[in-house]
């Protein structure tokens, strides 16, 4: 199914592209056709090209070819969480932060005088884009209007830094983040695996920059014991429909919000991570509903 799923994501990007002037990829920088296949990857078009027309005396040079293009064809590769993390605690030393907010303006700061990264912000972006970012040059651009929240605006930011540090240049040519990319609890629409896994470390990437994790836990613990936190076999924090769970969740994300200023869903997926988080709800697949001040699950 996931084979299926990444050819017919990949033929939709290239059919609309080659049949629509006005059509802008998120992701692709090539589209292309041959034999009425559609494709995204120049290595395939290129090797199905080379295979038209020819006798069977060329098919084995050929098939060494097309062999070394595909083993030279790069993919993104698996990180692990803590590899992440580590990215942006190294980031967050040189930043020097001590407790509170992290100050994305400082980190921009940083990126910028060491690799020359421009973030501009305030900026008209087409509808639905909260943000984006291109490579050479290097600019990453947020629509302040579209994000409509200091917290949406910081996520946006911070996701869009993750692909920048992370090295996703390797792998995209540009970058749209829209609100189902910054669903920090869903898997986002996009098809191909490459792209989700881009997505997913650039979200992850946002949450361990935004909520720095030794600060973060020393503040949760404050409030359990405020609370009188403990775990009774189903986790520190349980997450279900019974009242008094739910105000103790939303009493502590709330104090967590504050102090960090980003979003109850950002906070509720680091939460869950890093393992304080039993969260019943989303294994029976129901949808969190505060009682006031309802905050969709973005960043």
């Not at 290097?138 to 996520?155: C, G, H, L, N, Y």
């Not at 104090?255 to 869950?272: G, H, T």
Request: hydrophobic share 35%; aromatic share 10%.
């Amino acid at each position: 199914m996931a084979s299926a799923a990444h050819a017919a994501s990949e033929w939709s990007n290239a059919y609309h592209a080659l049949h629509d002037e006005n059509y802008k990829s998120r992701y692709f920088d090539f589209f292309g056709c041959v034999n009425e296949t559609y494709t995204v990857s120049s290595n395939q078009f290129f090797s199905s090209l080379a295979r038209i027309g020819v006798d069977s005396d060329t098919l084995e040079p050929l098939a060494n070819i097309e062999q070394a293009t595909q083993e030279s064809r790069l993919s993104v590769p698996y990180m692990e969480r803590r590899e992440v993390e580590k990215v942006s605690s190294s980031i967050l030393s040189e930043v020097q932060y001590i407790s509170g907010p992290v100050p994305l303006d400082a980190v921009s700061k940083l990126i910028k005088d060491q690799s020359g990264l421009v973030v501009k912000r305030n900026f008209h972006l087409e509808k639905g884009v909260l943000g984006q970012i291109s490579f050479g040059p290097d600019i990453i651009a947020i629509d302040d209007f579209q994000a409509s929240t200091p917290e949406r605006v910081k996520f946006t930011l911070a996701h869009e830094l993750g692909h920048f540090v992370l090295d996703h240049r390797r792998f995209m040519a540009r970058e749209t983040c829209h609100e189902e990319d910054i669903d920090t609890e869903g898997a986002g629409t996009v098809n191909l695996k490459d792209v989700r896994r881009m997505e997913w470390q650039a979200n992850y990437f946002a949450s361990c920059l935004l909520l720095p994790k030794e600060e973060f836990e020393k503040e949760f613990f404050r409030q359990a014991v405020k609370h009188d936190l403990s775990d009774r076999g189903y986790g520190l924090l349980y997450l279900d429909d019974q009242k008094c769970n739910l105000d103790t969740f939303y009493k502590i994300t709330a104090s967590l919000m504050r102090k960090f200023q980003v979003s109850r869903s950002v906070i509720k997926y680091r939460l869950s991570k890093l393992g304080f988080l039993n969260d019943a709800q989303r294994m029976s697949n129901k949808t969190l509903q505060p009682t006031r001040s309802p905050l969709r699950p973005l960043g």
